[in-house]
């Protein structure tokens, strides 16, 4: 799979904002989600098993769902602990369903899925890898499978491999846009706070090509 992820982040220009992070929150909001949903949540589980040590939470927000959805979340809530539901009365949006999320999530980084769209649990690593630079405030990956190039795929044939007989093909489920954000919450808690316009924010948009295996 070719993805093709522009990374946005928003850094703390003089590095004087710092933090060790214990926890780690992942914000997934859904509508109307019954029959995917729970395939979502146990894939960002098992990632988080695998990224950290330290505990994590899933926050699902449900943004007024009108079919099984609310009960396919309370079987997840109680057969993990991880997992916590907050629902909207009445459907206001997957934005803000992320926002709640933000405002409900207890990790010191937050990771906010920004669509109902499968997750893209190499982005996650992509931000966490980001979040080491202990200046970087809020982050956002975006990608979109598709098919190698065929500049690309020549010079891996040239190589002596198989590339063109390995490759899956990009269905439309797995070619949608997928975006998250990070967001580190003592620093967003200091720059909200009084002595928090001190501070000057930098923004940097990174471009990177990835060919990923199965």
């Known amino acids: 799979m070719l993805g093709v992820p522009p990374k946005d982040a928003a850094s703390i220009g003089n590095n004087q904002m710092s933090s060790q992070h214990d926890r780690m929150s992942v914000v997934l909001p859904v509508r109307n ?20 040590r330290g505990a994590t939470e899933v926050i699902v927000v449900d943004d007024g769902s009108k079919d099984s959805t609310p009960e396919v979340l309370n079987e997840l809530k109680a ?5 916590r ?9 997957l934005e803000a369903a992320g ?3 933000l405002e409900r999530s207890t990790g010191d980084l937050v990771f906010i899925q920004e669509n109902d769209a499968v997750v893209r649990i190499e982005d996650m690593r992509r931000l966490l890898r980001m979040s080491e630079d202990k200046s970087v405030v809020a982050a956002r990956a975006e990608s979109t499978p598709r098919p190698l190039s065929s500049a690309l795929m020549r010079r891996l044939r040239a190589f002596g491999t198989h590339a063109d007989q390995q490759m899956e093909p990009v269905s439309e489920l797995s070619a949608q846009k997928s975006s998250m954000q990070m967001i580190r919450r003592p620093h967003l808690q200091q720059l909200a706070s009084p002595k928090g316009t001190r501070y000057r924010l930098q923004g940097e948009t990174i471009h990177s090509t990835s060919l990923e295996t199965a």
Request: charged share 25%; hydrophobic share 30%.
């Open 99 to 101: 926002q709640t999320g």
């Open 79 to 83: 057969r993990y602990p991880q997992v």
């Open 33 to 52: 989600g019954e029959h995917r949903i729970e395939s979502r949540v146990l894939c960002v589980l098992e990632a988080l098993s695998d990224m950290t």
């Open 85 to 93: 539901i907050v629902r909207h009365s009445r459907p206001r949006g």
